[in-house]
């Protein structure tokens, strides 16, 4: 089953909020990785990230991996409706050279 | 060809039926990947390939194989296909499965509905 879980599923948003995805596992992971999805597309590689406690900035965009490298998180400053779509965490939990992803949050974003 | 590419865009197949999912890169990326995406349930992994000549089960490998006979393609075949395996099934490549290359690169995706 599904290593590294992501929450929420889904949220709502009016334009102008903020939004918040996480990203948990119960193994330590070597890196994490974040994609976007637009609807009807392919997932895109956004970020990764590989240090314990890394945050790094894309524009209105957060990410952050936590100090035990089991959970991350991407936070949308101001979203936009262009921000719509679904944001994927990929990890590789317990040395694993697999990627794990999670299933992913769709972003609704409402004008 | 720029990236990777999937053949083809959308099928309709009936039952019990044999099909081949058709992927290819230009990027020389030793790793390949096959994943089916289904609502609510994100990206799975079906089968993987670490290089040229060898592949991996992934997490829902039934059902489907794969070959590598090349770096360039990584087909997915359905021998006997079944309505549960209509989905969206996306091919990704990354250089490397190791280290700090393993970024993953998909392509457009293949919609495949079984009847």
Partial sequence: GQQVMQIPQYQHVQEGEDFTTYCNSSTTLSNIQWYKQRPGGHPVFLIQLVKSGEVKKQKRLTFQFGEAKKNSSLHITAT???DVGTYFCAGRPGGSYIPTFGRGTSLIVHP | IAGITQAP?????????????RCTQDMRHNAMYWYRQDLGLGL??????????????????????????????FPLTLASAVPSQTSVYFCASSDSLAGGQDTQYFGPGTRLTVL
């Fill in chain 1, 80 to 82: 936009q409706t262009t």
């Fill in chain 2, 9 to 21: 865009t959308s099928q309709i197949l009936a039952a019990g039926r044999r099909m081949t999912l």
């Fill in chain 2, 44 to 73: 799975r992994l079906i089968h993987y390939s670490n290089t040229a000549g060898t592949t991996g089960k992934g997490e829902v490998p039934d059902g489907y194989s794969v070959s590598r006979a090349n770096t360039d393609d």
